[in-house]
């Protein structure tokens, strides 16, 4: 009985802390997605490399939703020892955990795949928009800054953007060699041939590989503690 009180105890607090982060990315999400310009400028490069793959916005307001939902039942569930509440918070917890193993092995098996797909979306995107709207500009800038990188495959991206076709150089993050206060120039940029974003990108997780894999491992192990204390309150409830 006394574990049975200290796991139910537990429970509804985890899933208060899960409620409250819920919360606050939700309001980040209708935050970004409402004035993403202000949001970028308190954040900066924190923010900017996701930014180019995702709509953080959309994508913050999903979690939070989520989170929120999770939160609830399982506070729900546990300070009222409702069985109902219990089960949908294991069911949801479960669909999520096989979503990311899911996720991890199509990353890592699939990464190639990955790549394509992204380079048929983002490509045509920096050639339309990139000299032309100045917050998708400004986010590339940003990243390109921060990653040291060039486009998302090479230099090559910006041929045909409105940035190119107005100055009839690339960006100056594309080479190496602009401290003499020269242009980027075509010949420049391909002897200089800048690492695109998506590769630097890979690179920069792969150096982190043991930070990111343990983060990972924590975050499955939360949920797989979760999941097995619902379902113990669950079948120990009359």
């Keep these: ?134 917050d998708f500009s400004e986010l590339w800038n940003i990243t390109m800054e921060g990653l040291k990188c060039c486009g998302f495959n090479n230099y090559t991206d910006f041929e045909g953007s409105p940035f190119y076709l107005q100055k009839n150089v690339f960006p100056p993050y594309c080479c190496n060699r602009t401290t003499d206060g020269g242009s980027c120039t075509k010949e420049k940029a391909e002897n200089d041939a800048v690492q695109g974003c998506f590769h630097q990108l890979l690179y920069e997780i792969r150096t982190h590989a043991v930070t990111v894999g343990g983060v990972a491992a924590g975050i499955a192990g939360l949920e797989l503690a979760a999941m097995i204390v619902s379902l113990y309150l669950y079948c120990n409830l009359k």
């Design 1 to 134: 009985m006394q574990c049975f009180s200290f796991l139910k105890t537990m429970m509804f607090l985890f899933n208060l802390i899960i409620f409250l982060c819920g919360a606050a990315l939700l309001a980040v999400g209708i935050w970004v997605s409402v004035d993403g310009p202000s949001f970028l400028k308190i954040l900066g490069p924190l923010s900017s490399t996701a930014m180019q793959f995702v709509n953080v916005g959309y994508f913050l307001i999903a979690a939070g939703a989520v989170l929120l939902t999770l939160g609830f039942l399982g506070c729900y569930g546990a300070y009222s020892e409702n069985k109902c509440a219990l089960m949908m918070f294991f069911s949801i917890l479960l669909l999520i955990f096989i979503a990311e193993v899911a996720a991890a092995v199509v990353a890592l098996v699939y990464t190639t795949m990955a790549e394509n797909f992204l380079t048929l979306a983002v490509v045509p995107a920096i050639k339309k928009d990139y000299g032309q709207q100045k």
